[in-house]
């Protein structure tokens, strides 16, 4: 990170500010042990995901035994429902996933403490930025050349649709179309880059199908925080592409929030010839 800048999750009039280690409760710093502040910032910094039990422990404690593990956990959720003044039985924040983990359940936004500054941006302090997020080629596999189209296409339908979210600040086709055969691991290509996100993907095909696999990787740790598999016929070409990134999209929403845009076949039209890209969908 810059110096300088350090990453605050904000959520429902809260501040997590993850280098002071401090709770804010609209601008009143809110009492919380080390502890039990590591395991809400994990949960914010993955809403809507499930965060098993196993994962906290090991984030935490590491490989290290631990006698009490279940008991601590136990506690420290309970610290945080209490600085966050929520009743577990009416859950606005944390839901409890019995025997497996807990759940965010609130939209998180990431913010700065201090100045950031990019290509042609600057966001001030408490100001937020948008996601950094590539989609890179999708790898082709077993495909013959139309079914390469497809991948093109998707690729290229994909960071269009993303572009248009504010929220999000998505690397160009050009720049990431020579990771296409790239051996580099995601983290250095994400380095490269200059992105938080990789979406990367594959095209299989066989007979009259084709099948689109998806992941959504966090380049700081090589997490996979999403994936997807769709398959269809391959019959009408626009039609099946729409039909995927739709999907994709949908699906993904939660990580691109906080308004993905809706495709339809005219406004997708309308971006593939604002951004010169319709002739790959031909």
């Not at 269009?160 to 690397?171: D, F, I």
């Not at 398959?231 to 990580?255: C, G, N, P």
Request: aromatic share 8%; glycine share 8%; proline share 5%.
């Amino acid at each position: 990170m810059t110096d300088g800048v350090v990453e605050v999750l904000q959520f429902d009039g809260f501040e997590l500010d993850l280098s002071t280690g401090e709770l804010r409760g609209r601008g009143t710093r809110v009492s919380l042990q080390p502890q039990p502040f590591k395991i809400l910032a994990l949960l914010a910094r993955r809403p809507g995901q499930t965060l098993t039990r196993e994962e906290i422990r090991l984030e935490l404690w590491g490989n290290e035994t631990f006698v009490d593990f279940e008991g601590s956990l136990n506690f420290c959720i309970r610290q945080i429902r209490k600085a966050l003044d929520e009743d577990a039985r009416r859950p606005r924040y944390i839901e409890t996933l019995h025997r497996r983990g807990y759940r965010f359940l609130v939209p998180v936004r990431r913010a700065l403490s201090g100045a950031f500054v990019s290509p042609g941006t600057i966001y001030s302090a408490g100001e937020s930025r948008p996601m950094t997020v590539a989609v890179l080629p999708l790898s082709e596999l077993n495909c013959p050349s139309q079914a390469r189209s497809v991948g093109e296409g998707l690729t290229e339908l994909l960071i269009t649709y993303l572009s248009t979210n504010r929220s999000v600040r998505v690397a160009s086709g050009t720049s990431t179309r020579k990771y296409r055969y790239s051996e580099k691991s995601l983290s250095k290509i994400g380095r490269e880059l200059g992105v938080e996100r990789v979406l990367e993907g594959a095209v299989l095909h066989s007979g009259n199908r084709v099948r689109i696999t998806a992941r959504l990787i966090d380049t700081s740790t090589d997490r996979n925080e999403w994936a997807g598999c769709y398959e269809s016929e391959m019959q009408d070409w626009l039609k099946l592409q729409d039909h995927l990134v739709s999907s994709i999209i949908r699906d993904t929403a939660f990580y691109f929030a906080p308004h993905p845009p809706e495709i339809t076949p005219d406004s997708r039209d309308r971006l593939l010839m604002k951004t010169g890209r319709s002739q790959l969908m031909a």
